[in-house]
């Protein structure tokens, strides 16, 4: 038996938790929030997208946390990968704020990707791919990017390999972390990091933004 699907959030409820984060929508914007929300828990009883099953919750933790990035980066146009998507986060609603993103969607479960992709056509997202496979395999579909991000991917030292090779050339790297995996990140050798961004409502998450390191070239006479 299905649980049933809560009443949509009021545009003024979504848009007051935006304004928290210094996101600010358009109407058409903010239905796609609520058509999205919607979507998740029709399909969060079928394959497990998130663990967190109040709209108001999924509001602040899985929209407003992930569009907060387009402002605190920011992000406004460009190329732009989403690495082990998911439920779509933070790929999808940064592509709702940001219209002219050219967003890829990197999934390796097919039936998380098959939900991705109807998100996509659901929302009328141009200029969204989902690709199903693992991001070690992806190179040429994606490259050159000028972002990539990921939300609690772990693989923090492959992931950063992968992000910084020449096959991927990404430009700025963006992830959401816990700040106990604050020093692990830091430590990896290759990227320069930004000062950590506190995200708003929150005592432990952190925005953590880097550049590939440019190798110092000798300089011979």
């Not at 239905?31 to 029709?42: A, D, E, F, G, R």
């Not at 907060?68 to 146009?77: D, F, G, I, L, S």
């Not at 141009?126 to 990539?148: K, Q, Y």
């Amino acid at each position: 038996m299905s649980t049933p699907v809560p009443a949509p959030l009021t545009d003024e409820a979504i848009l007051s938790a935006l304004a928290e984060f210094k996101v600010t929508a358009t109407y058409k914007q903010v239905q796609q929030i609520q058509q999205y929300i919607t979507i998740l828990l029709k399909w969060n009883d079928k394959i497990n997208l998130t663990a967190i099953r109040d709209p108001r919750e999924i509001l602040y933790r899985h929209f407003c946390e992930s569009m907060y990035a387009t402002v605190a980066v920011p992000v406004e146009n460009g190329r732009l990968a989403d690495v082990g998507s998911g439920g779509g986060f933070p790929g999808i609603p940064m592509k709702i704020l940001r219209p002219d993103l050219q967003v890829f969607l990197i999934e390796s479960n097919i039936k998380k990707a098959t939900f991705l992709a109807e998100v996509a056509r659901d929302l009328e997202l141009a200029d969204l791919r989902v690709l199903v496979n693992r991001f070690e395999d992806v190179a040429e579909d994606v490259a050159p990017l000028d972002f990539v991000c990921s939300r609690a991917l772990g693989e923090f030292g492959s992931f950063l390999n992968w992000a910084g090779s020449e096959a991927i050339a990404a430009k700025t790297v963006i992830l959401w972390i816990g700040g106990r995996d604050l020093d692990e990140v830091m430590k990896i050798e290759g990227w320069s990091w930004r000062e950590p961004i506190p995200v708003p409502q929150s005592l432990r998450r952190l925005l953590l933004v880097g550049t590939k390191k440019v190798p110092d070239v000798g300089v011979t006479t």
